[in-house]
Structure formats: structure tokens, C-alpha cells
């Protein structure tokens, strides 16, 4: 009768523990006494529980998660914080800047990943959610949110004074800025892993073009990279801006991707940067691949372009005295082009900057070489020769 009167918050839980607990039918009926007359709350909740507390809290916020706490036994903040992780994004104040994307990255990114997780490719994701149009202080930063990102340069959004705040207003009146109408949100998914991490939310008031969209998109894949597909809705804008970022060029016949993609009838072969050329960077982002190894490497009295062609194409991927011969011949090559790598009077930068770079790759490539082919080497000459080479690499990829 009681309980046909009455409204226990959380009765399965409640029968459920004192179950658990070994309890006799009595004690079971005291419990769901004590609960009625709100001298007791069951504890222990379940992922339903949990979830429902979260609705409760992103909708209604920390007033009516305490009411539904007290009311029908939902989990409570502390405890949702506890038993939740919960992802805290960094509010776009005023324009767009690099940093934001930087610092939301630091702090969600990376924070969650250890040093040795793998590089991955990145699924770039943007959409709009709905947004209360309303202007907001966020006391961390004291300074006033909610207002588009596109148009913010025109206000200081810092609270200093009284008229900062009635200056804020008139621009807002006067329609130089305006209250966000949808949040646009910018999400990056790691291909093999299954968490999305949040990187961008910017109020907008949805009179940005495609160029405006292009700068954001770009902004994103350099913080990001490397970016193996891009995800959006149907908006046009974001349509344009996408392709003329990730639809740049024809994949090159030189691609290890071409030779598979070209049989497959329909499908669109052009790509973006990601599809660089192949080869090493060097020398302030100075690429050495083989076109440029091909075209230096007949300087060498010893080697046509033929036997050229041949170190840089063999046969058999596998032939190891062929790929020492051409790491051999790059290191050569250095020693007879010493003195146009140290000529810095020389007016073709372009080649002295080849060269340069070069050098730098034959120093890598001596220093692992020589202890496995130089039979005079000392066992300490050989430690520093490949310690040489371990931060020679460990530079060379740290800067490039």
C-alpha cells in the first residue's frame, strides 16, 4: 500500500542491493520504508544512470541535476565527475586564431596520448549545432562570448570597465556584430582509434563564404595532419572550400597509390597536398627524392644517367649490395662537390641548396654505413659513427 501511495526513487536499485547484500525479506521491506520516508538513498549506479544524469546536466545544467538528484536519485554532479570524463573545449572569444586550434589540441590531443602512440591519418569532421543567441561572460577569461567569430575584431570583448560593456551592446545594436546563431564545431577521428576529439567551437552567424570556410578548413589540417578524408553536410560553402583544399592537383603517375587507383573506373584521381612528392625533407623543408638524386648524381665521373637509373630503379627492391653502391655514390658525390657546397658567393641558390641538403643526407647515410662496410674502424669508432647517425635522424625528423 505504501509503495502503491508512495514514489521510491530508485526501487529496482534499492531491491537490487539489499538482495545482493544477503538481506531477509524484512530488512528488504525496512529499506523501502526508510526510502519512502527519504531517510535513505540507494547508491550504486549503472551506465543507464549515468547517462540520463548527463542528458540532465548538458540541458538543464547544475540546478536541475540537484533537484532530479534529490527528487528521483540520479547521480549527482560529484558523482558524474567521477565515474564520466568529460571533454572541456576552449570557448572561441572574437576571431579565429591558430593558437586556438593549438591549445585545444595540447589539452584534448595530446594530453590523452602517450609518446609512443602511432602517428595516424586524420578524419577532419565540421557541422553546426543549435545555439541560444545569447552574449555570455565567461568569468576565467572576463570576457563576453556568444558573439560571431567573423565579426568579434570590431568589439574588445574584454570587461574593463562599464562602457566596455555598453560599447558591446551599441555594436550589437547597431548590427557591426552579431549574436551567434549556430556553433560551427570542428572534430578530428584518428583512423584505427574510436575517440573524436573536439578542436574547434566558433559562434557563428552563418555570413561566412567559402573563403572564410577555406582559411578555417586550412587552419585546421596544419594544426592536425595528416588528413585522409574530409567529412561535411551538404553546404555548399563547405563544399567549395573543401574542394579547392583537398581537390588540388591529379594524383601523380608517380604515386604508390596510382597504379591501384587508375583501374577503378569513375573515380575522381585528384587529391590535395597530402599527395606530395615522395622523398626526404631536408634543409628547410628541401625535398630530396629521386628525380633530384637522378639529376645530381650524373656530375660523377664514374656513372652515366643509365647506371644512374639503375642504383635508383633496381630490379629487385631487396638487392642490398645495389642500394650500399647508391648510398656509396651519395656519399661520393658529396666529397667531389665539396667545394660548391661551401661556395656562398655562388648565385644559383636553388642548386647550392640541393646541394646543401644532399650533404646533410650524405652525412646520415655515411655515419650508418661506414661501421658496417670500413674493416679499420675501432669498436669505439663504430659507437660514435651510429651514435652520429641516431641524432643526425632524431634531428633531421624532429625538425622536419
Known amino acids: 500500500m505504501a509503495i502503491s501511495e508512495g514514489n521510491i526513487p530508485r526501487l529496482q536499485q534499492i531491491i537490487h542491493v539489499t538482495l545482493q547484500n544477503g538481506a531477509s525479506i524484512r530488512e528488504v521491506v525496512n529499506k523501502l520504508e526508510d526510502a519512502l520516508e527519504g531517510a535513505y538513498n540507494p547508491h550504486g549506479y549503472g551506465a543507464e544512470d549515468l547517462d540520463i544524469a548527463t542528458l540532465v546536466f548538458r540541458l538543464g545544467g547544475r540546478q536541475l541535476l540537484f533537484?532530479?538528484?534529490?527528487?528521483?536519485?540520479?547521480?549527482?554532479?560529484?558523482?558524474?565527475?567521477?565515474?564520466?570524463?568529460?571533454?572541456?573545449?576552449?570557448?572561441?572569444?572574437?576571431?579565429?586564431?591558430?593558437?586556438?586550434?593549438?591549445?585545444?589540441?595540447?589539452?584534448?590531443?595530446?594530453?590523452?596520448?602517450?609518446?609512443?602512440?602511432?602517428r595516424r591519418g586524420v578524419s577532419l569532421m565540421?557541422?553546426?549545432?543549435?545555439?541560444?543567441?545569447?552574449?555570455?561572460?565567461?568569468?576565467?577569461?572576463?570576457?563576453?562570448?556568444?558573439?560571431?567569430?567573423k565579426h568579434s575584431h570590431i568589439v574588445d570583448p574584454v570587461l574593463r570597465t562599464y562602457n566596455s560593456a555598453a560599447d558591446i551592446a551599441q555594436k550589437i545594436h547597431d548590427g557591426d556584430v552579431h549574436l551567434g546563431k549556430e556553433l560551427t564545431v570542428i572534430r578530428a577521428s584518428c583512423f584505427g582509434e574510436d575517440e573524436i576529439y573536439p578542436l574547434l567551437a566558433a559562434p557563428t552567424c552563418k555570413t561566412e563564404d567559402a573563403?572564410?570556410?577555406?582559411?578555417?578548413?586550412?587552419?585546421?589540417?596544419?594544426?592536425?595532419?595528416?588528413?585522409?578524408?574530409?567529412?561535411?553536410?551538404?553546404?555548399?560553402?563547405?563544399?567549395?572550400?573543401g574542394h579547392k583544399l583537398f581537390i588540388k592537383a591529379p594524383l601523380s603517375e608517380d604515386s604508390p597509390l596510382y597504379g591501384s587507383l587508375i583501374n577503378l573506373m569513375g573515380l575522381?584521381?585528384?587529391?590535395?597536398?597530402?599527395?606530395?612528392?615522395?622523398?626526404?625533407?631536408?634543409?628547410?623543408?628541401?625535398v630530396i627524392n629521386?628525380?633530384?638524386?637522378?639529376?645530381?648524381?650524373?656530375?660523377?665521373?664514374?656513372?652515366?644517367?643509365?647506371?644512374?637509373?639503375k642504383l635508383l630503379y633496381p630490379d629487385d627492391p631487396q638487392d642490398v649490395p645495389r642500394a650500399v653502391e647508391l648510398m656509396q655514390a651519395i656519399v661520393e658525390f658529396c666529397k667531389h662537390q665539396q667545394h660548391a657546397i661551401n661556395d656562398s658567393f655562388s648565385?644559383?641558390?636553388?642548386?647550392?641548396?640541393?646541394?646543401?641538403?644532399?650533404?646533410?643526407?650524405?652525412?646520415?647515410i655515411e655515419s650508418i654505413l661506414s661501421p658496417f662496410i670500413d674493416v679499420s674502424m675501432s669498436l669505439s669508432d663504430q659507437m660514435k659513427s651510429l651514435s652520429c647517425y641516431s641524432h643526425l635522424a632524431f634531428a633531421f625528423f624532429h625538425a622536419h
Open 67 to 118: 533537484a532530479l538528484n534529490h527528487k528521483l536519485g540520479l547521480p549527482s554532479l560529484r558523482t558524474l565527475c567521477a565515474k564520466s570524463t568529460f571533454t572541456s573545449i576552449t570557448p572561441t572569444i572574437g576571431p579565429i586564431w591558430d593558437e586556438q586550434f593549438t591549445q585545444n589540441i595540447n589539452s584534448i590531443v595530446l594530453s590523452s596520448r602517450s609518446d609512443s602512440s602511432p
Open 126 to 149: 565540421i557541422d553546426e549545432i543549435a545555439l541560444e543567441e545569447m552574449a555570455v561572460h565567461f568569468s576565467k577569461y572576463n570576457k563576453v562570448g556568444g558573439l560571431c567569430w
Open 211 to 241: 573563403s572564410d570556410m577555406e582559411r578555417i578548413l586550412a587552419r585546421a589540417a596544419t594544426s592536425v595532419g595528416p588528413i585522409w578524408s574530409f567529412a561535411a553536410d551538404g553546404d555548399a560553402m563547405r563544399r567549395a572550400a
Open 268 to 286: 575522381n584521381l585528384f587529391t590535395g597536398d597530402g599527395e606530395s612528392p615522395a622523398g626526404i625533407v631536408l634543409n628547410n623543408r628541401r
Open 290 to 309: 629521386l628525380m633530384v638524386l637522378l639529376h645530381y648524381l650524373v656530375w660523377l665521373p664514374a656513372y652515366d644517367e643509365e647506371a644512374v637509373i
Open 347 to 364: 648565385t644559383d641558390i636553388d642548386t647550392r641548396a640541393d646541394l646543401n641538403s644532399i650533404a646533410l643526407l650524405s652525412a646520415l
